[in-house]
């Protein structure tokens, strides 16, 4: 089977394919939890609970922030956050070298206002500074301040979960990019960097280990790959309880609070193809402005 890469790269191959195909299932809450599992095979998996921690149901919210893998997010996120000042370093070198090459430029073009650009310097942040930056995003207070720490908001729209599965929230850059003293376009780069940073190692030291504990469990009760594969035709559980998400009271089952609907009202599902087609095209056009699920994160739209 013929595999595409990026457009401009002409690179294929298996494993670029299904790395990218972890991905968009990861951004979208398509991954096969146990919830999943539970909805399409009930024969097989008589329930939903989580394997890593036995106690609680597995979703595509709960894979990321089970209570038993708390020291694993601590470690991710210092790991991170003592990237950022190499990463910064690294932004700015580039912002200052394009910015002379410009320069160089509109002296070639002969453009009479043409002025020799000032190096930016890079001064990065203290630790606290990237707490209250990175406070937009529900848990993180807790997880960098000590247990016991509450969010500075209970309704908060945006949690860990969303930037393990690779998502950079407007509201993170608003918010964060303010304690940054460098312009704009090397605070938003270098937290594009720490939310990619977080997507990879959640990939490699949350997904990987819950899957050997999940696989595990799966040959104890005699769960082959084949079995899983093989049609189902006996009755299946309700959709609601394999979507993705497990919805709890006051929560819509689309996976996204009630707060950021228009008037608390779910849209529903758009069941006509023609739609998606139409508006895949405005973006690949440029006619209409991706929205934070389309353009933002590490998996690319073109």
């Not at 997010?73 to 991170?80: D, F, G, L, N, S």
């Not at 599965?165 to 594009?192: D, K, M, N």
């Not at 819509?252 to 008037?263: A, K, L, M, R």
Request: a positive charge; glycine letters at 8%; one cysteine or more.
């Amino acid at each position: 089977m013929f595999m595409i890469g990026d457009p401009y790269t002409f690179f294929s191959s298996a494993k670029d394919t299904r790395q990218r195909t972890h991905h968009v299932k990861k951004l979208h809450g398509m991954l096969p939890t146990m919830n999943t599992m539970h909805a399409r095979h009930p024969d097989l998996y008589p329930d939903s609970v989580c394997r890593v921690c036995n106690v609680q149901d597995e979703d595509n919210n709960h894979v990321w922030l089970c209570h038993e893998i708390g020291e694993e997010h601590a470690k991710i996120w210092e790991e991170a956050l003592t990237c950022i000042d190499g990463w910064g370093k690294a932004v700015t070198r580039s912002y200052n070298k394009e910015r002379q090459r410009q320069y160089e430029r509109d002296l070639r073009n002969g453009k009479p206002h043409a002025k020799k650009p000032t190096p930016v310097p890079w001064i990065c942040p203290a630790r606290k500074d990237h707490c209250e930056g990175l406070s937009s995003i529900g848990g993180t207070r807790s997880l960098l301040l000590g247990e016991g720490t509450f969010d500075r908001s209970p309704d908060l729209q945006w949690s860990m979960a969303a930037l393990y599965r690779g998502i950079t929230p407007r509201s993170l850059i608003a918010e964060w990019s303010e304690y940054f003293q460098s312009p704009r376009t090397i605070a938003r780069c270098v937290i594009h960097k720490f939310v990619g940073y977080l997507e990879s190692q959640a990939t490699e030291r949350i997904w990987k280990q819950r899957c050997t504990k999940t696989i595990a469990w799966e040959r104890a009760m005699g769960i082959t790959g084949r079995l899983k594969k093989a049609k189902y035709a006996g009755p299946r559980g309700p959709w609601n309880e394999g979507s993705g998400y497990i919805c709890s009271e006051g929560e819509c089952p689309c996976g996204s609070p009630f707060n950021v609907h228009i008037d608390n009202q779910c849209p529903g599902a758009q069941l006509n193809p023609h739609v998606a087609d139409a508006t895949l095209l405005q973006c690949l056009q440029g006619r209409r402005k991706m929205g934070t699920m389309e353009g933002m994160g590490r998996t690319p739209y073109f």
